[in-house]
């Protein structure tokens, strides 16, 4: 088994540790505590390991600090960066981009984002992959001051091309004083601004700052098990609630009737569009908040529902309650709170299916779907 060396001081791997197929025993049973805890009469049985233990990440947001150390953030220290430090959870080409990113960062001329005192330029490099071998790297700076600065930038940053051949080349101005690893400004110096990732023989676009599954080994198992859960569509309206990039309803549109995703980040949204055509995919799109939405309209058969790791809004969660939509596949980052959820959901639905799936090995993050049928 891979270990870290700056295990102690960074965190990221908190369970690297432990023997992989005890982790995925103590995810069930922190899976099942949870529903202890509630009072819930629940038990997950299955969790499906990844396919991949290490260098499965496909991002990674790696800081710049105020001396110019280029790496991960020390555990409990968000001002300070353990300078080097990648990450074996990281993709191996990430680790490559890394070591042109880094020695470009130190030797460029510009200045360090000090995160105390909200003065300096760069802040951080964040590097993608995917499995059709493109790479992406944005550069996150604070905004320059002046147009000659900002040139000055830009012929810095183009700099990057002489060691590392992403396929994008991004900068990304933050205007803020948050410690944040994305901008409000964006701009594409080399390449197509983006990059596009294969799951289960369909496409997907992934902007700068678009989330997608960060796992793209264990991803194709999670979207079939999503499918499986949801059932025959034929002649059925699918909806997509956090719908993202359209990870789920793009694969799923074309075997029901109607395919309608909702989503609040605008950006995730023209890319759900451009994936809905890229795979010639039958669906719908809305920019809005879920609980803002009048998506009980629709009146759909299956809804999947994929919520931050908060879990829902409570207005979302009274909707559902109030809508009751005949199937549920839930979809959660955070086990605890699809618990405390399910607290009021039970009264209305029972489970079904249940299965975890590791999507994150050597840490305690595990996803977990549950199928959710309306009781009659």
């Known amino acids: 088994m891979m270990s870290c060396p700056q295990k102690e001081i960074c965190g990221s791997c908190s369970w690297s540790h432990i023997p992989y ?33 290490s260098h499965y990440r496909n991002r990674m947001d790696f800081a710049i600090d105020w001396e110019g150390r280029v790496g991960l953030k020390e555990k409990g220290k968000w001002w300070k960066v353990i300078d080097g430090h990648a990450c074996f959870l990281a993709d191996e080409r990430i680790d490559e981009l890394f070591v042109a990113v880094r020695s470009w960062a130190q030797t460029c001329g510009l200045s360090f984002f000090d995160r105390k005192a909200h003065t300096g330029l760069l802040r951080y490099a964040v590097i993608r992959c995917t499995s059709l071998v493109e790479t992406m790297i944005t550069i996150v700076t604070s905004v320059p001051k002046s147009t000659e600065a900002a040139d000055k930038v830009r012929s810095n940053l183009l700099c990057i091309l002489d060691t590392a051949r992403p396929t994008t080349l991004m900068w990304a101005q933050n205007s803020t004083i948050t410690g944040v690893s994305y901008g409000d400004r964006l701009e594409t110096l080399a390449g197509p601004g983006f990059i596009e990732e294969g799951i289960n023989g369909f496409r997907y676009r992934v902007s700068p700052q678009a989330f997608f599954q960060t796992n793209s080994y264990a991803a194709p198992t999670l ?17 997509d609630l956090y719908c993202g990039t359209g990870f789920f309803s793009v694969a799923l549109a074309n075997q029901a009737a109607r395919t309608i995703g909702v989503e609040m980040v605008p950006e995730a949204i023209v890319d759900a569009r451009i994936n809905a055509s890229l795979n010639a995919s039958r669906s719908t799109f809305y920019d809005a908040r879920t609980e803002e939405f009048d998506w009980a309209a629709f009146g759909a058969d299956v809804v999947i529902l994929d919520p931050p790791r908060v879990g829902m809004h409570d207005g979302t969660l009274q909707d559902i309650l109030a809508t009751k939509p005949p199937v549920i596949v839930y979809v959660s980052c955070n086990p605890k709170n699809f618990a405390r959820e399910m607290v ?33």
């Not at 098990?225 to 699918?238: A, I, P, S, Y």
């Not at 840490?363 to 959710?372: A, G, N, Q, R």
């Open 223 to 239: 979207q079939k098990t999503v499918q499986e859960f949801c059932g025959d569509l034929t002649n059925k309206t699918l909806l």
């Open 21 to 53: 197929d005890k982790q995925l025993k103590a995810k069930l049973s922190d899976i099942n505590g949870s529903f202890g805890l509630k009072k819930l009469n629940l038990k997950c049985d299955t969790i499906i390991s990844s396919p991949k233990t």
């Open 344 to 376: 009021l959901l039970q009264n209305t639905y029972r489970v079904e299916q249940m299965r975890a799936i590791d999507m994150f090995p050597h840490t305690p993050h595990v996803e977990l779907v549950s199928k959710l049928i309306v009781r009659r």
